[in-house]
């Protein structure tokens, strides 16, 4: 019934053949927290809390642990990681910040100065999260680096975060150190060979104060903004080259980790916002990583995109904040999982347009910077559904794996998903951007078909997500529910609707869709 309402509203343009495994065979695994994420470390006590707990941030964090039983891995870093010191008399912290501007409402600060209270703020985090804490490197301040350090290890070591499970899992020295040369923390001529030598001086003071022989903590290598794929240049070809691995610290380095932006617009058009979305730009942005994962591979380490989002300027306004930024997100951290890459940090930090969460009351527009006429409370934005979705079709069985289904299709993508070895579920994803404004909205009819050693499913249940616009910034609806609502919790009454393999499926463009075969 529903199937046939939905043909009658959107004129169907296309229809396209799905083939389907029955069996996962060696596809890649994919933990609950494939999507995790990155916060920018100077107003971190904004989100998680200080003397007591930030419940809407720990509401959007425990939603997705009902879901995957993981919770997001959070790491705590970026730009402002090389601008932090310690004093050990500052209660929580203090930090001095440029005025805003219109392209950068909630610009990063310039001088931090953490204090105990900072670090153990992680206490408020979910039981069982592990954390990636980032240290000052781009002072080239040994003393910040060891202060810091003892300041992490006394926090993780306290009993609120142990009787938690809330465990350090690794330390990054200095963020985006390719940028060093370009941006005046070390001069222009600054090069991957003078980088590994220094890091390794002040990272042997980093394991050693941190006591990395006798702990589980491990260390992320890399968090570069860019890469060169040479040996020559930085890249993690360029720091394996120059012996990163064999030094003291370089032991402790067991997760390489890139940063990466789809491109650099301080502004938005609806163009822009379906470059994003579109199939071919969100393999190809990924895709250039593989010899990197590759050579990563092949030291048997681990690799992540430690820091990612869309574009710079923390966003681009009406492109970044909105629900076509929320199947970008699904399909980019999913491909992403094909590729080898175990985890995708997105990058939060209060007020950025393209956060999957705001945790605190904003006082001023995140797209121009001008004052707000009512404060916006806590709220979580249109990508944060992606988490859902992506948490949702991987499930709790902790053995999990996924398949990129092949869909001759420019704007469809999909993928199944197995447990144990055997076809579960699929996601379809249709990233052609129906804009506000524009009159027709055209569905996609699939056929699925199914091979391999298996018993074929014959009807499914179906969960979409339903986007007025792919410009909208909210009224988004996952399965019928809404996750914007004051507490984070899911609000609103699900729908059911069902479906046969006999029958097929229709996608209108702009959504996305979970099927649970039966
Ligand atoms: C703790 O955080 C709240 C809310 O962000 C803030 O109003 C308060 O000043 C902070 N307290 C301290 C001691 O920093
Ligand atoms: C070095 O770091 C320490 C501790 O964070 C700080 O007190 C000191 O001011 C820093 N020195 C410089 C030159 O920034
Ligand atoms: C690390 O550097 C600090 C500051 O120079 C020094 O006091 C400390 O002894 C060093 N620790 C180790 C283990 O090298
Ligand atoms: C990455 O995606 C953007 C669109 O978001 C596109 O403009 C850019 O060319 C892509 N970059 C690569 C390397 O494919
Ligand atoms: C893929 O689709 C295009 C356009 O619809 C068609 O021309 C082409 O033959 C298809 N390729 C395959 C392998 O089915």
């Not at 985006?176 to 042997?204: C, H």
């Not at 590759?294 to 492109?319: I, K, R």
């Not at 393209?354 to 995140?366: E, F, G, W």
Request: glycine share 10%; charged share 15%; aromatic share 10%.
């Amino acid at each position: 019934m529903r199937a046939f309402w939905l043909t009658l509203i959107f004129p169907l343009v296309s229809a396209v053949t799905v083939p389907i495994l029955l069996s996962a065979g060696d596809a890649p695994s994919l933990s609950g927290n494939l999507i995790s994420l990155s916060i920018e470390q100077d107003r971190w006590l904004d989100w998680v809390g200080n003397v007591t707990r930030n419940s809407f941030f720990f509401n959007t964090l425990d939603n997705l642990v009902a879901l995957t039983g993981d919770s997001p891995t959070i790491r705590i870093g970026a730009d402002s990681e090389d601008h932090t010191n310690f004093n050990p008399s500052v209660q929580f912290v203090q930090q001095v910040f440029p005025p805003p501007t219109t392209t950068v409402p909630y610009p990063e600060a310039t001088n931090i100065v953490a204090g105990p209270g900072f670090y153990q703020g992680a206490q408020f985090l979910p039981p069982g999260t592990g954390v990636t804490w980032g240290v000052n490197f781009g002072g080239k301040n040994l003393t910040a680096v060891f202060l810091e350090t003892q300041a992490i290890i006394k926090a993780f070591a306290s009993p609120a975060l142990k009787n938690a499970d809330i465990t350090l899992d690794f330390l990054e020295l200095g963020n985006e150190a390719d940028l060093y040369r370009n941006n005046g923390l070390r001069p222009s001529s600054y090069t991957v060979s003078q980088y590994t030598a220094e890091w390794i001086t002040f990272a042997t003071n980093m394991t050693r104060t941190a006591n990395l022989a006798g702990s589980d903590t491990k260390i992320w290598g890399g968090a570069f903004a860019g890469s060169s794929h040479t040996k020559t240049d930085f890249s993690p070809q360029g720091i394996f080259a120059n012996g990163i691995l064999n030094s003291e610290p370089g032991k402790f380095i067991d997760t390489i980790s890139q940063h990466h932006y789809s491109g650099s617009f301080c502004t938005g058009s609806g163009g822009l916002l379906q470059d994003l979305m579109t199939k071919s730009t969100i393999r190809s942005n990924l895709s250039s990583f593989i010899p990197d994962i590759q050579a990563t591979q092949d030291q048997n380490l681990d690799y992540v995109f430690g820091e990612t989002n869309s574009y710079s300027c923390h966003g681009a306004p009406g492109v970044s904040n909105t629900a076509g930024a929320a199947l970008w997100t699904l399909d980019y951290a999913l491909f992403a999982s094909q590729l080898g890459i175990s985890k995708v940090f997105f990058h939060e930090g209060i007020g950025y347009k393209y956060n999957l969460i705001q945790p605190a009351t904003l006082t001023r527009s995140t797209l121009d910077g001008s004052t707000l006429a009512t404060p916006l409370k806590p709220h979580v934005q249109p990508q944060y559904y992606a988490a859902i979705i992506a948490a949702e079709a991987i499930g709790d069985s902790g053995e999990t794996q996924a398949l990129e289904l092949n869909i001759n299709n420019t704007r469809i993508a999909g993928y199944a998903f197995y447990e144990s070895g055997s076809l579960k579920r699929a996601v379809f994803i249709n990233s052609l951007a129906f804009l506000s404004g524009a009159t027709t909205r055209t569905s996609t009819h699939l056929d699925l078909t199914f091979s391999g050693t298996g018993t074929k499913p014959t009807s499914f249940s179906v969960k979409r997500l339903v986007i007025g616009h792919a410009d909208d910034v909210s009224g988004l609806t996952w399965g019928g529910q809404t996750y914007e609502t004051s507490d984070a919790r899911v609000g609103g009454t699900a729908t059911s609707e069902t479906g046969t393999v006999a029958a097929g499926i229709d996608i209108p463009a702009t959504q996305a869709v979970l099927i649970t075969f039966k």
